[in-house]
C-alpha cells in the first residue's frame, strides 16, 4: 500500500510558477513510476507528466511540455512537478499517482487526494 499526499497548490497569477510536491509513504517508492494528473472543473482527469523509477525518463502532454518538469527524489520519496509560465486554462486539482508497471504501460495503482491550483488571468 502506498499513501500519497500532494502539498504546494495555490493561487497564482498567469505567468506564474508553482512547485507541487508529493509526499509517498512507501519506503520502496523508488520501484514506482509516478505520475501527475488534473481534473478542472466539468472535466475529465487528464495526464500531465510521469517519471520512471530511477527518474531518467520522463513524459508529458503535449499541453505543458516545455512549461513543466517532473522529477523525483526517492531518497526522500517524493516526487516534484515545476509548473512554469502557468496559465488560466492550468486550473485543476492536481493528483499524485504510483504504479508498479513501466512508464507509458499499466494503470495507475494508487492515488493522493489532490492539489488545487488556480492561476487567474
Known amino acids: 500500500q502506498v499513501h500519497l499526499v500532494e502539498s504546494g497548490g495555490g493561487l497564482v497569477q498567469a505567468g506564474g510558477s508553482l512547485r507541487l510536491s508529493c509526499a509517498a509513504s512507501?519506503?520502496?517508492?523508488?520501484?514506482?513510476?509516478m505520475g501527475w494528473f488534473r481534473q478542472a472543473p466539468e472535466k475529465e482527469r487528464e495526464f500531465v507528466a510521469a517519471?520512471?523509477?530511477?527518474?531518467?525518463?520522463?513524459t508529458y502532454s503535449h499541453s505543458v511540455r516545455g512549461r513543466f518538469t517532473i522529477s523525483r527524489d526517492n531518497g526522500k520519496n517524493t516526487v516534484f512537478l515545476q509548473m512554469n509560465n502557468l496559465e488560466p486554462e492550468d486550473t485543476a486539482v492536481y493528483y499524485c499517482?504510483?504504479?508498479?508497471?513501466?512508464?507509458?504501460?499499466?494503470?495507475?495503482?494508487?492515488w493522493g487526494q489532490g492539489t488545487q491550483v488556480t492561476v487567474s488571468s
Open positions: 499517482a504510483a504504479k508498479s508497471s513501466a512508464l507509458g504501460v499499466g494503470q495507475y495503482d494508487y
Open positions: 512507501a519506503r520502496t517508492l523508488s520501484t514506482y513510476t
Open positions: 517519471v520512471s523509477t530511477s527518474g531518467r525518463s520522463t
